[in-house]
């Protein structure tokens, strides 16, 4: 048997990687099992789970999120029955084989697209043929590829994120991406692709996240995706698009306008504003129209806008950094994802390590540590930075606190509360809603001199339409008033509760 094995963030991902490689195993699919666990199970439970199933050949995708926990599963598995045939795929294995303990570990790798190669490994392998440990797979014309979206079963639509995909590549060259080795974006037969997603429809799909870096490259056939979904829109749809910040067309916008509250949310990708970094990075953005497309977006969709910043790009200083998030804040996007530079193995931002600086963890996430810009301790409060803001800033439980925080001076202000709060509690993780809201006031009417009467009108409210029952300290003093409200509140709506968990 062949067992396509991967261990994803949570249960409520899946896998579209294997199931690609599934949807292309022609006659060995009989003989073919897809397999997902979670990276929190112990490593010896998952090999036992395997071995339970017999395997002759298992095939891990290996993801940057995944590869110490996967590297220990394959190190006890070699050690009980090495005389299973371990292979290797994924970004996080398709570059740098040789400096990877496990890549030694395995008998093989497959670097680049596994679709065709995987399952043309495994003929060789099951005919007794001795192919190298390292494959090098290029992308087949598309056309070869079969889509995998009927190995989607009814437990995945009815529990799990689908992600789906009408194109692959990417034609920019942002150093930070892995994207920037494509050559260009590649679109699937679109007849065939909104069939499939007419038959995952059919099933009961509502939710769609399309893992296109450019959805709205081509615009025709950004179009004739919108058409199809705003066809079929009800109360349940919810979908998931990454854009270009500086390209949005007069069709585009128009489809764009007709989506419902709580249908459609837009990754967009700013990155940066700093033309000098922007310049560094291999980056074409045009930051008026990047403006002016978020400003109309918010102004005339119901969208939830979903921004992306990156910290400890190179050039990046401080100032520049604030001054980009003070801008992007402004623009007033639902999120604002405040992520750290990694060094993805592949990605041309090793270029820079030497020039600027650039000094990263050794471990997954492999996140930068150092700049000649940033130093380590400054990097450490911007990543506590990123942590509270997602806690706070992105929550969507502050709406009313995170103004009050933000002021007329965001980053500033928000980097003295992540400052004060990490000062007072020492935590940046496990920290409970009800203490937040109580930070939150506490730093409110000290720190930042808010009106008390201001800060306890505006964190109650936030309280109140939360649905958390544990009652701040703040407000424990009107207990009679707020308990039944936590008790009884109003949920946010179904479809703004899907909404903020695949955000």
């Known amino acids: 048997m062949i067992f396509l094995v991967t261990l994803n963030a949570r249960y409520a991902h899946s896998s579209l990687g294997l199931r690609y490689l599934l949807a292309n195993m022609d006659e060995l699919a009989s003989q073919t099992q897809l397999l997902e666990y979670i990276i929190n199970l112990r490593p010896q439970d998952v090999a036992e789970k395997l071995l339970e199933h017999k395997p002759r050949i298992i095939g891990f995708g290996v993801y940057i999120w995944n590869v110490e926990e996967t590297r220990q599963v394959v190190a006890i598995l070699k050690q009980v029955a090495p005389e299973i045939i371990i292979v290797l795929g994924g970004p996080e294995v398709s570059y740098e084989t040789d400096r990877q303990p496990i890549v030694e570990l395995a008998d093989h790798v497959v670097t680049g697209p596994g679709d065709l190669a995987f399952p043309q490994l495994c003929r060789q392998l099951l005919q007794g043929g001795k192919p190298s440990k390292i494959i090098l797979a290029e992308l087949p014309p598309l056309a070869q590829i079969k889509l995998p979206y009927r190995y989607y079963t009814d437990e995945d639509i009815a529990n799990r994120t689908l992600y789906v995909e009408a194109s692959r590549g990417c034609p920019f060259k942002c150093d930070f991406c892995l994207s920037s080795l494509d050559k260009t974006a590649w679109g699937f037969d679109l007849d065939k692709f909104l069939a499939e997603m007419q038959q995952l429809y059919d099933r009961g799909a509502r939710q769609f996240k399309f893992v296109d870096r450019t959805f709205n490259l081509n615009v025709k056939t950004s179009l004739r995706i919108l058409e199809f979904f705003l066809e079929r829109l009800d109360e349940r749809l919810f979908l998931h698009f990454e854009v270009i910040p500086d390209h949005l067309p007069d069709p585009l916008k128009t489809a764009l306008a007709r989506f419902s509250p709580g249908s459609l949310q837009l990754e967009i990708g700013v990155q940066t504003f700093s033309p000098s970094v922007q310049s560094l990075i291999s980056r074409k953005q045009d930051n008026a129209k990047t403006e002016a497309n978020l400003n109309w977006l918010r102004e005339h969709t119901s969208a939830h806008i979903h921004a992306d910043l990156i910290i400890g790009l190179p050039g990046e200083d401080l100032a520049s950094f604030a001054s980009g998030f003070d801008r992007l804040a402004k623009l007033n996007p639902q999120e604002i994802q405040v992520g750290v530079l990694k060094r993805l193995r592949g990605a041309p931002i090793a270029r820079h390590e030497q020039t600027h600086g650039l000094r990263f963890n050794t471990h997954p996430p492999y996140n930068i540590l150092h700049t000649d810009r940033l130093d380590f301790l400054t990097v450490q409060r911007l990543s506590r930075f990123a942590r509270y803001w997602e806690l706070v800033g992105n929550s969507g439980r502050f709406k009313q606190g995170r103004d009050l925080i933000l002021g007329s001076d965001p980053f500033a202000r928000f980097l003295s509360f992540s ?85």
Request: glycine letters at 6%.
């Open 419 to 503: 400052d004060w709060v990490f000062a007072t509690t020492g935590q940046t993780y496990e920290i409970a809603q009800g203490r937040l809201f109580d930070l939150l006031f506490n730093w409110l009417t000290g720190m930042a001199c808010e009106a008390r009467d201001i800060a306890y009108a505006a964190l109650e409210a936030d309280f109140l339409s939360s649905g958390i029952r544990s009652i701040p300290r703040f407000l424990q003093g009107d207990i009679d008033k707020v308990k039944p409200a936590s008790e009884h509140s109003t949920r946010v709506s179904t479809r703004q509760s899907r909404h903020n968990a695949h955000s």
